[in-house]
């Protein structure tokens, strides 16, 4: 399927061939199974992200005709269908949750009324909460907590850019956002309103001097919104970052709520 896909990436009138809409229905497939994913974890901790998945997804629109969905008295009007069996699948998805065909979502998880995109993998044991949306490609772990209102981005294009990690145990905290690749390690804890792109600065305040990471929260990290100093032509303004102000002890439960976490370093948000 990859060279089928791959080639038809260069040479797009291949689309009209049906052993290549074949293969991309099959890749779609078998990304809402769980069998292929757009990013994988490696045995050194690192990720791979699978371009050539990728590139299936990209493609599968225009291959996709618009039809109209009636639900009750709601119509949409759309080319992706939506993901169903969910008793079968076991998970618990509360009205009104929307996920598209070509998410993956796995046993255990719950679903609030939210959106989950295509190209997703939400592993079990996660709840996406009140009005949190997964982006396409995003990949979320096991026993992660969307706060309501987060905004996971999703990335399609470009082809080389990673999407959005978020690894086991974590706790994205009310109306965060985690966009353009950036990854959080495992068990890490985002207070609210926590903002991360590939140019925000993550500052680790812990020790005696400030360290700046970008595009990564470590695990068991607990990050709380902050603000620097920074120099413009029409003077000094405070600009938007990320603060480091402790770790996850060990004693915190996997389940521990948000203000549970932070309390731990007298923080309150």
Same mark, same amino acid.
């Given at each position: +399927?990859?060279?089928?896909?791959?080639?038809?990436?260069?040479?797009?009138?291949?689309?009209?061939?049906?052993?290549?809409?074949?293969?991309?229905?099959?890749?779609?497939?078998?990304?809402?199974?769980?069998?292929?994913?757009?990013?994988?974890?490696?045995?050194?901790?690192?990720?791979?992200?699978?371009?050539?998945?990728?590139?299936?997804?990209?493609?599968?629109?225009?291959?996709?005709?618009?039809e109209t969905i009636e639900v009750g008295p709601f119509?949409?009007?759309?080319? +992706?269908?939506?993901?169903?069996?969910?008793?079968?699948?076991?998970?618990?998805?509360?009205?009104?949750?929307?996920?598209?065909?070509?998410?993956?979502?796995?046993?255990?998880?719950?679903? +609030?009324?939210?959106?989950?995109?295509?190209?997703?993998?939400?592993?079990?044991?996660? +709840?996406?909460?009140?009005?949190?949306?997964?982006?396409?490609?995003?990949?979320?772990?096991?026993?992660?907590?969307?706060?309501?209102?987060?905004?996971?981005?999703?990335?399609?294009?470009?082809?080389?850019?990673?999407?959005?990690?978020?690894?086991?145990?974590?706790?994205?905290?009310?109306?965060?956002?985690?966009?353009?690749?950036?990854?959080?390690?495992?068990?890490?804890?985002?207070?609210?309103?926590?903002?991360?792109?590939?140019?925000?600065?993550?500052?680790?305040?812990?020790?005696?001097?400030?360290?700046?990471?970008?595009?990564?929260?470590?695990?068991?990290?607990?990050?709380?919104?902050?603000?620097?100093?920074?120099?413009?032509?029409?003077?000094?303004?405070?600009?938007?970052?990320?603060?480091?102000?402790?770790?996850?002890?060990?004693?915190?439960?996997?389940?521990?709520?948000?203000?549970?976490?932070?309390?731990?370093?007298?923080?309150?948000?």
């Amino acid at each position: +399927m990859k060279e089928i896909i791959e080639a038809a990436w260069d040479d797009r009138s291949l689309l009209n061939d049906s052993k290549t809409t074949d293969a991309i229905n099959a890749v779609i497939e078998d990304i809402d199974k769980g069998r292929l994913r757009v990013a994988e974890p490696l045995a050194d901790g690192s990720w791979q992200v699978n371009e050539w998945v990728k590139k299936a997804v990209v493609m599968y629109f225009p291959i996709r005709k618009m039809e109209t969905i009636e639900v009750g008295p709601f119509e949409f009007h759309d080319k +992706m269908a939506l993901k169903s069996n969910y008793k079968e699948l076991g998970v618990r998805v509360v009205p009104h949750a929307v996920a598209r065909y070509g998410a993956y979502i796995s046993a255990g998880v719950i679903l +609030m009324p939210s959106y989950v995109n295509i190209g997703a993998y939400v592993d079990a044991g996660t +709840m996406v909460d009140t009005w949190a949306t997964v982006g396409s490609c995003a990949q979320i772990g096991k026993d992660v907590h969307l706060s309501g209102g987060v905004g996971i981005g999703g990335v399609l294009e470009p082809l080389q850019a990673a999407p959005v990690i978020i690894e086991d145990g974590a706790f994205i905290g009310s109306r965060c956002i985690v966009v353009e690749g950036v990854r959080v390690g495992k068990e890490a804890v985002l207070g609210a309103n926590v903002v991360l792109t590939k140019s925000t600065k993550i500052i680790d305040v812990t020790g005696d001097e400030p360290v700046e990471i970008r595009g990564y929260v470590p695990e068991r990290s607990v990050v709380i919104p902050g603000s620097y100093t920074k120099t413009f032509p029409a003077g000094d303004f405070q600009v938007p970052c990320a603060l480091i102000i402790g770790q996850r002890k060990a004693s915190t439960d996997l389940k521990t709520s948000l203000n549970d976490a932070l309390r731990e370093h007298n923080v309150a948000v």
